[in-house]
């Protein structure tokens, strides 16, 4: 597969600008880069998916068939059989009214002819992902990490050659990343093309291959992964590497915990006990939260650490015991970054009246928008858009942003910077811890990273043990690594669109 000369546009803004790129069988190619740079565009621009105000110049080779990228239709027929997406957003691209299996199951070959053997397949693939159990699931039900890994095995059940990845990782723990980075290489094993976007550094070291640096619509340095990944040429490249959570030196990352026992509690659970699904995620479950204190809820994915933060802050009831608030807490002081950000703010809505009604609503100027919106690098021109119309990881700015407006005493950010680049991860977590020690409000992250977990958090409660339930009590303030450098074993070896879930069609795009 060859792509020549690709460029997308919008309103004369060239938004990726890419003189050619060859994909060979075998050899996975993976792009990393600053959010918003075109990485995502450039693979929708690939599968002819662009929105309708985008413009695409180019064309792509495929088997010996060229195709113009300006026609968005000539590679529908390719979908499925020849090419495949597994999107972005996966709570986004999963049917709401179907269950797992059945929609993994019409992405299969053999499902017009006989659905009773897609099933099964289908089956078969979710259970190799640790999904067996939630194969009658709806996605509702799912945590993040999982409604990505039933994506990707809608997205990989068709057995297409082409195979585009856009950042499949993430909300991921380590040992499913390293299980789904198995997945990716299997996929080579056969001769397959992988394209791979993703602002995680180890996966791209894990599938090897070649690696491509983008930023502001090109890329900037290409060659093979273990090269670039620890010997870069570009400084964006070296200042990309720096910034891995493990590397960061701040003030808030060294700062002395508070008191292990606050004297005013803002939040205080007892007896705390879930049961999801019929499987049991904690029990006996006893947390104290207080002014200031920053904690982490760590565990693999689908072990209950979102559903015990919606029960600390309240929105979700436990199945046993009691959580109490301080009344520092009301008029809005208690604030939750969604996961998902899409899922916070409604989808045709400009983003200028969103703002707007919390400006509003709790008699706020603009000028503290304005100063936040500079401190995370955000045009202005953003608020004027819809929220489909911003990249993943400026839509998460902007929520933490709209959270930061009231001045929360408790931030619950559920896996807050799943969807940035590692250089606008750490200033997006710099500018949050920032006004989390301004204020002198507390923390709960929810996150799989544990160097970021290290780098921000006093203490952390484990999820997910081996019998099932969380540990009952809390782990022990954890030290710090004051900047040490990666291991030299961590660098790695060498090696919005609107088409419907159809036929043999392996994921479904929204």
């Known amino acids: 597969m060859h792509l020549f000369h690709l460029e997308v546009t919008h309103a004369g803004t060239v938004l990726v600008e890419v003189s050619g790129?060859?994909?060979?069988?075998?050899?996975?190619?993976?792009?990393?880069?600053?959010?918003?740079?075109?990485?995502?565009l450039l693979a929708h621009a690939i599968m002819g998916t662009l929105p309708a105000n985008l413009l695409a110049r180019g064309s792509l080779t495929v088997d010996g068939?060229?195709?113009?990228?300006?026609?968005?239709?000539?590679?529908?027929r390719l979908w499925?059989?020849?090419?495949?997406?597994?999107?972005?957003?996966?709570?986004?691209?999963?049917?709401?009214?179907?269950?797992?299996?059945?929609?993994?199951?019409?992405?299969?070959?053999?499902?017009?002819?006989?659905?009773?053997?897609?099933?099964?397949?289908?089956?078969?693939?979710?259970?190799?992902?640790?999904?067996?159990?939630?194969?009658?699931?709806?996605?509702h039900t799912l945590s993040g990490g999982m409604a990505q890994r039933v994506a990707f095995a809608a997205a990989t059940i068709g057995g297409a050659p082409v195979?585009?990845?856009?950042?499949?990782?993430?909300?991921?723990?380590?040992?499913?990343?390293?299980?789904?980075?198995?997945?990716?290489?299997?996929?080579?094993?056969?001769?397959?093309?992988?394209?791979?976007?993703?602002?995680?550094?180890?996966?791209?070291?894990?599938?090897?291959?070649e690696v491509l640096v983008m930023k502001d619509a090109h890329i900037l340095e290409h060659g093979p992964a273990g090269h670039v990944l620890s010997e870069p040429a570009h400084p964006y490249t070296r200042r990309l590497l720096a910034a891995e959570p493990a590397r960061w030196k701040h003030s808030w990352t060294t700062a002395a915990a508070p008191p292990e026992a606050p004297a005013a509690p803002l939040i205080s659970g007892a007896g705390l006990g879930k049961t999801f699904g019929g499987q049991l995620l904690f029990s006996d479950l006893a947390i104290t939260i207080g002014a200031g204190e920053r904690v982490s809820l760590s565990g693999p994915s689908g072990s209950g650490k979102t559903?015990?933060?919606?029960?600390?802050?309240?929105?979700?009831?436990?199945?046993?015991?009691?959580?109490?608030?301080?009344?520092?807490?009301?008029?809005?002081?208690?604030?939750?970054?969604?996961?998902?950000?899409?899922?916070?703010?409604?989808?045709?809505?400009?983003?200028?009246?969103?703002?707007?009604?919390?400006?509003?609503?709790?008699?706020?100027?603009?000028?503290r928008l304005e100063e936040l919106m500079a401190s995370l690098r955000l045009a202005p021109a953003l608020l004027h858009r819809m929220p489909g119309q911003v990249s993943g990881g400026e839509l998460?700015?902007?929520?933490?942003?709209?959270?930061?407006?009231?001045?929360?005493?408790?931030?619950?950010?559920?896996?807050?910077?799943?969807?940035?680049?590692?250089?606008?991860?750490?200033?997006?977590?710099?500018?949050?811890?920032?006004?989390?020690?301004?204020?002198?409000?507390?923390?709960?992250?929810?996150?799989?990273?544990e160097a970021l977990a290290e780098a921000v958090t006093h203490r952390r409660i484990p999820l997910g043990l081996?019998?099932?339930?969380?540990?009952?009590?809390?782990?022990?303030?954890?030290?710090?690594?004051?900047?040490?450098?990666?291991p030299a074993?961590?660098?790695?070896?060498p090696e919005s669109p609107s088409a419907p879930m159809c036929g043999g069609c392996p994921v479904r795009i929204v």
């Open 65 to 76: 068939q060229s195709y113009d990228l300006a026609d968005r239709a000539n590679r529908r």
């Open 307 to 367: 559903t015990l933060g919606n029960i600390l802050l309240r929105l979700m009831p436990p199945d046993t015991g009691h959580v109490d608030h301080a009344n520092a807490l009301r008029g809005g002081r208690l604030q939750k970054l969604y996961q998902d950000p899409a899922v916070a703010f409604a989808s045709r809505v400009p983003l200028r009246d969103s703002f707007g009604d919390v400006l509003r609503r709790h008699r706020l100027t603009s000028d």
């Open 80 to 139: 499925g059989p020849v090419m495949a997406l597994l999107p972005q957003e996966p709570g986004l691209a999963l049917d709401p009214t179907m269950r797992t299996r059945e929609q993994v199951a019409e992405g299969a070959a053999s499902f017009t002819m006989d659905k009773r053997s897609a099933r099964r397949s289908a089956g078969a693939l979710l259970a190799s992902l640790g999904l067996g159990h939630a194969a009658a699931a709806f996605p």
């Open 396 to 449: 998460q700015r902007l929520a933490i942003i709209r959270s930061m407006l009231l001045e929360p005493a408790l931030v619950f950010a559920d896996e807050p910077t799943s969807r940035l680049d590692l250089i606008t991860q750490e200033e997006t977590i710099s500018c949050l811890m920032d006004q989390v020690e301004r204020l002198g409000a507390a923390l709960v992250l929810v996150t799989h990273d």
């Open 21 to 40: 790129l060859d994909f060979e069988p075998g050899v996975p190619v993976t792009i990393v880069g600053e959010s918003g740079s075109g990485k995502s």
């Open 163 to 209: 195979l585009i990845a856009d950042e499949p990782s993430k909300g991921l723990d380590r040992q499913a990343r390293a299980e789904l980075a198995e997945l990716l290489k299997r996929h080579l094993g056969g001769g397959g093309i992988l394209l791979t976007i993703t602002h995680d550094l180890d996966l791209a070291r894990d599938l090897g291959g």
């Open 466 to 486: 081996e019998d099932g339930a969380a540990a009952p009590t809390l782990l022990a303030p954890v030290p710090r690594r004051e900047g040490l450098p990666r």
């Open 489 to 493: 074993a961590d660098h790695g070896g």
